[in-house]
């Protein structure tokens, strides 16, 4: 029988609910990170649209 | 050698002959079996979406990553409006998971790596529904710890003092926050 290939994200003990909390849950999205997200965008969607190399076959 | 962003191509998996990822080396064989075997299978079931990753002056994909839907579910006790500054009497974050991610042997610790996390950060902040998390079970050795922990992922906390006290767990549960 083939391992699982990927696990269901369980529900988080008390402890580590509280932790992502502390760490997640008072931010919001900064302009800065909100332009650094639209870059990483642009940089994929430009990869999507160029064309593969020369030697890649198969396609 | 490092490969800069702008000579990767992206191609989904369903735009991809099977017979392109036969040649899929990462050295770690579940892996690479995934890719060859079952990605399209996966991908024509809606259970998980893969990427295929081709670089400039390499014929064959150096890398894939497979993504999915996932939610990050808090214990009961500590659903007091997600920390938000405003009444939000939600009980979990939405999260993508990143259920595989894998670079050929030659390419390994170029940087690669890092530069897919950046990609999957910038496509699934682009998708018309909210993202807060990435998720990711990394394999629990401390290669692939470290090079998701560089990244800007956080174990877990309870699995990560379970791992202290020894418990072996084949993998880890770590998150990243999209916003930070």
Do not use: W
């Not at chain 2, 950060?121 to 470290?146: E, W």
Request: charge should be positive.
């Amino acid at each position: 029988m083939k391992p699982a290939a990927y696990k269901a994200t369980p529900k988080l003990s008390a402890q580590a609910s509280r932790a992502l909390l502390e760490a997640v849950g008072g931010v919001s999205l900064s302009e800065k990170r909100r332009r650094e997200l639209a870059a990483l965008a642009e940089t994929a969607r430009q990869a999507f649209a160029r064309p593969l190399p020369a030697k890649a076959h198969g396609h | 050698m490092a490969i800069e962003r702008d000579r990767l191509s992206l191609r989904h998996i369903r735009d991809v002959e099977a017979k392109a990822l036969h040649p899929f080396i990462c050295g770690r064989p579940q892996l690479d079996e995934f890719l060859r075997a079952d990605a399209h299978n996966y991908d024509a079931h809606g259970l998980t979406s893969t990427v295929v990753v081709y670089a400039a002056g390499y014929g064959n994909p150096v890398a894939y990553f497979s993504l999915t839907a996932d939610s990050v579910h808090l214990s009961s006790g500590e659903r007091t409006e997600l920390g938000l500054p405003f009444d939000a009497p939600i009980s979990y974050y939405p999260a993508v998971k990143i259920t595989k991610l894998a670079v050929v042997s030659p390419l390994q610790r170029s940087g690669l790596g890092k530069v897919l996390i950046e990609l999957i950060c910038g496509i699934v902040s682009t998708a018309p529904f909210a993202v807060r998390l990435l998720t990711v079970d990394a394999l629990n050795l401390d290669a692939v710890l470290k090079f998701y922990a560089r990244n800007g992922f956080l174990e877990n906390l309870a699995q990560s003092k379970e791992r202290q006290g020894q418990k072996v767990r084949d993998s880890i549960l770590m998150f990243k926050d999209l916003y930070q």
